[in-house]
């Protein structure tokens, strides 16, 4: 039940052709308090068809409309508020979440279409830090929305395993490595030796000459140069692939740069045939300056490939292969110019599929206000930041319930879960400061907050026996502090129709905290368990949040233990 859409149908019964009922819907505003009703309409866009003052047309609306689902109306100055009436629209909700349970809030919206995610993309030969933590978990969550409003997601690991920085990094390897320190701790050793090329580059720059030959050895397939390359990537997989084992992220295509090694000749070659390549300084570029942009450098004086080479051919890959309706860069903010110049390309190729490629950006996770910075040492392990949310988390549930059962794996829910549901809350295009102690708390705007309110609501349910639960009955409630719950469950589907169109994934994040804000109000108010002839809705109503609360926590990637 749509309650909004029922009053735009009634309102238009009196207005008629004036506004239509989409007009009439859009216009309709949440009142910024509860005393003021459940919804407002505005008269002002009245005034001039009915040649009254909004106040008047105010008063005339009130006095004449009529449906089922409004108790009363008041005049408030311009604005005619209505009150709704809580039994018929709490019924109506809690049936629906009851009939259809997680699939509540489904949307048809992408016709089974193809949507291809690239996320995650961590480099090669470094460890997985802080600073991949947003792409990898918004990349997730996005992937949850766009199925639940039926897309076919794909989520693509485009692996940073090509380019200058390898180069680098068999020049370190060669001056500097030991095959016995790698064979012990590859990636810190790895890290260790690439630190160390940037800081010794500084006072002997001809290093960085040397690691671009050494990169152009490996393109050209210097028996070496490729061995060397293939141990790297082999040893940071399975690095990679725990940590995703630990955030519970799968994909469904994990291939990086150097898979398009063999599929950008014909990128080059549509260029040239459309002469848009030009020869500046022996270097082959395309011109963007009708787009305001810089050059797109394709390939070097040297005849390296670069960044956006590669991602030119593994556009024409993903359409070829997916044949998208839309396809996903979860890149950060930092890379925007990057993403522009890649549309301008594929425009002046004439593909208007270009549109349909969109870079998702985000903000930066900082440290005391600063940006983390691997080639500075400055580098904060994704894995031991889980580890140490999974610690906070272990010991406050020993404190709160010492008995709990399958302790260490609510523990990893709760930690893992509450890095995760941060990161998600805040507006993916802001910068935000990472304290674990606050990320980790019971209380407050935080995932264990919200794991924490469902794992209560679990536990009235269980004190009740689990009850079952008839869609056919009619479970209605009309108290203030149940019919707050019920406004956050109606407005559900609206809330993922919302994340998915803002690719916004704290949407739901924020919607979850609402929900969990007003149930915990309800559960200081209410006393459920009281056998009473509304204590059937009580419980309905408290299955329902469970219900969406799990819904709202899975989307965003994040496991719901049912006792805490």
Do not use: C
Not at 42 to 64: C, E, N, R, V, W
Not at 119 to 134: E, F
Not at 264 to 274: C, G, I, P, S, Y
Not at 343 to 354: I, P, T
């Amino acid at each position: 039940m749509n309650y909004k859409l029922l009053v735009a149908k009634a309102l238009h019964e009196q207005i008629g052709e004036t506004l239509t009922i989409d007009k009439i819907f859009n216009l309709l505003e949440k009142p910024k308090t509860a005393e003021h009703g459940d919804v407002a309409f505005p008269t002002f866009m009245l005034a001039k068809a009915f040649k009254k003052a909004p106040q008047q047309i105010a008063a005339d609306l009130g006095g004449s409309i009529s449906s089922p689902i409004i108790e009363k109306t008041e005049v408030v100055g311009p604005y005619l508020n209505f009150f709704l009436d809580k039994k018929t629209v709490s019924s109506a909700v809690l049936a629906d979440i009851l009939k259809q349970g997680e699939h509540f809030g489904d949307l048809t919206i992408g016709e089974n279409r193809n949507v291809p995610i690239d996320m995650s993309s961590p480099n090669i030969a470094k460890p997985i830090s802080m600073g991949h933590l947003r792409s990898t978990v918004i990349g997730n969550a996005l992937a949850n929305i766009y199925k639940k409003v039926g897309y076919q997601p794909i989520k693509i690991n485009h692996l940073g395993d090509w380019g200058t920085q390898f180069g680098k990094l068999i020049v370190a390897y060669k001056m500097w490595g030991n095959a016995d320190a790698i064979d012990a701790e590859p990636i810190a050793e790895l890290l260790r030796l690439y630190v160390k090329f940037h800081a010794v580059a500084e006072e002997q720059p001809e290093l960085n000459e040397e690691a671009r030959v050494w990169f152009k050895k490996l393109e050209d397939g210097n028996k070496e140069a490729v061995s060397l390359w293939e141990w790297f990537r082999e040893e940071s997989l399975k690095e990679f692939n725990h940590i995703y084992d630990m955030l519970d992220i799968q994909f469904d295509a994990v291939s990086g740069e150097a898979f398009y090694n063999d599929k950008m000749d014909e990128v080059v070659e549509m260029l040239e045939n459309k002469n848009l390549l030009k020869i500046n300084q022996k270097a082959s570029i395309v011109d963007l300056d009708k787009y305001n942009l810089n050059p797109a450098l394709i390939k070097k004086s040297d005849g390296a490939t670069l960044y956006i080479t590669r991602d030119l051919a593994a556009a024409f890959y993903r359409k070829r292969n997916y044949d998208f309706a839309q396809s996903l860069y979860v890149v950060g903010n930092e890379q925007s110019n990057h993403f522009k110049q890649l549309n301008a390309v594929l425009k002046e190729l004439g593909l208007s599929w270009s549109d349909d490629m969109q870079h998702i950006a985000f903000g930066l996770i900082t440290q005391g206000g600063k940006k983390l910075s691997t080639r500075q040492g400055k580098i904060v392990l994704l894995e031991e930041v889980l580890n140490e949310a999974v610690d906070l988390a272990s010991k406050q549930i020993s404190e709160k319930n010492p008995d709990l059962p399958n302790k260490e794996e609510v523990a990893k829910q709760v930690g893992i879960g509450a890095v995760i549901f941060h990161d998600l809350k805040n507006d993916r295009l802001n910068n935000f400061d990472f304290v674990l102690e606050e990320v980790v708390r019971f209380e407050g705007e935080t995932g264990p907050y919200v794991q924490y309110t469902r794992a209560r609501a679990m536990s009235i349910l269980r004190k009740a026996g689990n009850p079952n639960f008839n869609s056919n009955d009619v479970y209605a409630l009309n108290d203030a502090y149940s019919w707050e719950i019920v406004k956050l469950l109606q407005e559900y589907p609206t809330i993922v129709q919302r994340s998915y169109e803002k690719r916004e994934p704290s949407v739901i994040a924020k919607h979850s905290l609402q929900l969990a804000q007003a149930f915990n109000r309800y559960y200081a108010n209410s006393k459920v368990l009281t056998d009473d002839a509304e204590k059937p809705a009580r419980l309905a109503l408290v299955h329902s949040v469970a219900t969406i609360l799990k819904e709202d926590l899975r989307l965003l990637g994040v496991k719901s233990p049912d006792q805490m």
